[in-house]
């Protein structure tokens, strides 16, 4: 099971079924849900094998779920937890110490989901997860704000004609902010920053990841420069995702996510998924 502030979706309600996830649990916007939400979801659908907890690197989620761990265990359910931190673009924000858990959050629920429906132990599952964080990389890009329900307005001043390399997908800073560039050149200093933090040694799991706003149409003309890219390095890809899956409610944007797999991860990926934001093979 996952959760998180709302306004990621479909992260991560929309990957609830079959070679997935068993439960999502949706805080408010931008907002860590609460550790009884997290427990309740847990005794749901703890079989008695019991349950992993995936959890992305921002302060709530990882109070919030260590918190319902402890609660969950002293009801008798076994946990385990795996922090997702794949986000390269800085190594503290304003949610976070240490890296920021984005894209990379979806390659680990499809991996440790099909891990789950073969009927892993627990401790097997919770390997597999921590082996695909560890092999992802992501880095995002904003051409706009942000605007959340409460604030209404756009939750930083992004002037027309700008962007911001390295954003985070509440909004937080990136690395620095630029003149508009063309897709290709945004495509280079994405790519650079994902090889230069993980060269690869294997073939790549890509995730062209839309921000909320960004058209599908303009998410594959970008993917196009992210495998022109890719291919100038020398490197393989293995399978390629593109589409709105991390989103920031209204933000336009785009992220890169990289994800080295192996023969058995990459059988675990093309396994059948059946939910309402991914699915294949059944």
């Known amino acids: 099971m996952s959760g998180g502030g709302s306004g990621h979706e479909p992260l991560h309600g929309g990957f609830v079924g079959p070679g997935m996830l068993s439960a999502a649990c949706p805080g408010e916007v931008f907002t860590s849900p609460v550790p009884d939400q997290m427990v309740r979801a847990a005794a749901a659908v703890d079989s008695g094998a019991g349950v992993?907890?995936?959890v992305k690197n921002y302060t709530g989620d990882v109070l919030n779920f260590d918190m319902a761990a402890e609660l969950a265990e002293d009801e008798g359910i076994q946990v385990a937890k795996v922090l997702v931190n794949d986000d390269v673009a800085v190594t503290d924000s304003l949610y976070t110490a240490g890296r920021r858990g984005t894209g990379a959050t979806l390659f680990v629920e499809k991996i440790a989901g099909a891990a789950a429906d073969e009927g892993r132990p627990l401790e097997q599952v919770e390997a597999v997860a921590r082996q695909v964080n560890e092999n992802a990389r992501s880095f995002g890009?904003?051409?706009?704000?942000?605007?959340?329900?409460?604030?209404?307005?756009?939750?930083?001043?992004?002037?027309?004609g700008e962007l911001e390399l390295?954003?985070?997908?509440?909004g937080e800073p990136g690395r620095e902010r630029r003149a508009m560039m063309t897709s290709?050149?945004?495509?280079?200093?994405?790519?650079?920053?994902?090889?230069?933090d993980m060269p690869p040694r294997n073939p790549v799991l890509v995730l062209v990841n839309g921000m909320g706003a960004t058209p599908l149409l303009e998410l594959y003309g970008f993917n196009a420069e992210v495998q022109r890219v890719l291919g100038?390095?020398?490197?393989?890809?293995?399978?390629?995702?593109?589409?709105?899956?991390?989103t920031s409610l209204d933000?336009?944007?785009?992220?890169?996510?990289?994800?080295?797999?192996?023969?058995?991860?990459?059988?675990?990926w093309d396994a059948p998924v059946r939910t309402p934001g991914l699915r294949w093979g059944m």
Do not use: W
């Open 232 to 246: 100038e390095r020398g490197v393989a890809v293995a399978r390629t995702l593109v589409g709105n899956y991390v």
């Open 184 to 196: 290709g050149e945004i495509a280079d200093v994405a790519v650079h920053a994902l090889l230069e």
């Open 166 to 170: 390295g954003i985070g997908i509440h």
């Open 52 to 54: 992993l907890f995936i």
């Open 141 to 160: 890009v904003a051409l706009s704000a942000v605007t959340t329900p409460a604030k209404g307005s756009p939750t930083f001043d992004l002037p027309e």
């Open 251 to 268: 933000m336009a944007g785009v992220s890169v996510t990289l994800c080295q797999v192996d023969e058995e991860l990459l059988r675990l």
